[in-house]
């Protein structure tokens, strides 16, 4: 374990280090020019050379690649410089933020979890029935409907209509719901099936049909034995997904005005804060190999197989 986790982190650092290199110089590349944004030349009378002036003390008038080696240099020492638009460290303001969209991803999971679980579980259990049917059904609805367009659903019908939920903002642990089952529900449905398919091939293999013939209770048999096999499939898609699961947390805080990382993130690009959209990718660079990291390790919590490798080798 303690090789793997040696090697994720050299993996760590040199996906991050080309990750802030290239979104460093996409950004830079962007039309738009934050001097101007920062400076509010439409409100109010801005010379040239005072626009220039200001260009020269931020440091735009270097070549790209001495830009990018200040910036890192900086970013080594956890100095990620401050917002254009409110003057703040980045690393306050990320900080501030992240709190909120930790909350909306971790009510997104208790949704995956408490939907997918259960109904992967029954329908292979009771293959070709009824509740199969219904849980196949929902699966291929649940992964049509676009988040964005569900949210709008789910405000139209619950908070405008019946006056239920409240939708704007963070208002307490109700205000929660709408945007956990608006970020969780297509990503249930995803998980039901491809939980459903690994149960029924764990279940046909022979070690099953062994315990089966020793007289191992069925219940026992399903969720101590097939269920803990079958996770394995679907904790390494929960690895691949968090790109997934982060980046449609920015579509759900957009629309219900959630105060976190997301919202931040597309107020940033369009103001064009440089400082802030390169914080905010190096810690979603951090975090998503971070997640995949401790998804690896789980593996060997999961399948006794690979600490007998490990330990033979």
Same mark, same amino acid.
């Given at each position: 374990m303690l090789r793997l986790c040696l090697s994720r982190i050299i993996q760590l650092v040199i996906v991050l280090f080309c990750i802030t290199f290239l979104s460093f110089i996409l950004i830079k590349l962007a039309p738009g020019d934050p001097v101007k944004s920062m400076l509010n030349v439409d409100e109010v009378t801005i010379t040239q050379a005072e626009i220039q002036e200001v260009r020269r003390e931020m440091g735009f008038d270097l070549p790209l690649h001495v830009q990018y080696v200040r910036w890192l240099q900086q970013a080594l020492q956890f100095d990620f410089g401050e917002s254009y638009l409110t003057n703040r460290p980045v690393t306050d303001e990320i900080m501030n933020r992240i709190p909120a969209t930790l909350q909306l991803m971790g009510g997104g999971m208790l949704v995956v979890l408490m939907v997918s679980i259960p109904l992967g579980v029954y329908s292979a259990i009771h293959q070709s029935k009824m509740i199969d049917h219904l849980g196949r059904g929902f699966a291929f609805l649940g992964a049509s409907i676009p988040n964005f367009w569900l949210g709008l659903l789910l405000i139209q019908v619950i908070c405008v209509e019946l006056g239920i939920l409240p939708f704007i903002g963070y208002q307490g642990i109700e205000s929660m719901i709408l945007p956990s089952v608006t970020l969780g529900l297509a990503m249930a449905a995803v998980y039901a099936r491809l939980l459903r398919a690994s149960m029924l091939d764990t279940m046909n293999k022979p070690y099953i049909h062994l315990l089966k013939i020793r007289g191992i209770? $069925?219940?026992? !048999?399903?969720?101590? #034995?097939? =269920?803990?096999?079958?996770? &394995?499939?679907?904790?390494?898609? +929960?690895? *691949?997904?968090?790109?997934?699961?982060?980046?449609?947390?920015?579509?759900?805080?957009?629309?219900?005005?959630?105060?976190?990382?997301?919202?931040?993130?597309? $107020?940033?690009? !369009?103001?064009?804060? #440089?400082? =802030?959209?390169?914080?905010? &990718?190096?810690?979603?660079?951090? +975090?998503? *190999?971070?997640?995949?990291?401790?998804?690896?390790?789980?593996?060997?919590?999961?399948?006794?197989?690979?600490?007998?490798?490990?330990?033979?080798?």
């Open positions: 209770k $069925e219940k026992s !048999l399903t969720f101590k #034995y097939a =269920l803990r096999e079958s996770l &394995i499939p679907v904790i390494t898609m +929960f690895g *691949m997904s968090l790109g997934n699961l982060l980046a449609g947390a920015i579509v759900v805080e957009i629309l219900f005005s959630w105060p976190g990382l997301g919202k931040m993130a597309v $107020e940033a690009i !369009l103001n064009r804060d #440089y400082p =802030l959209i390169q914080g905010y &990718i190096l810690f979603a660079g951090i +975090f998503v *190999m971070l997640v995949n990291l401790i998804v690896d390790l789980s593996y060997y919590v999961l399948d006794p197989r690979l600490r007998l490798k490990e330990h033979q080798a």
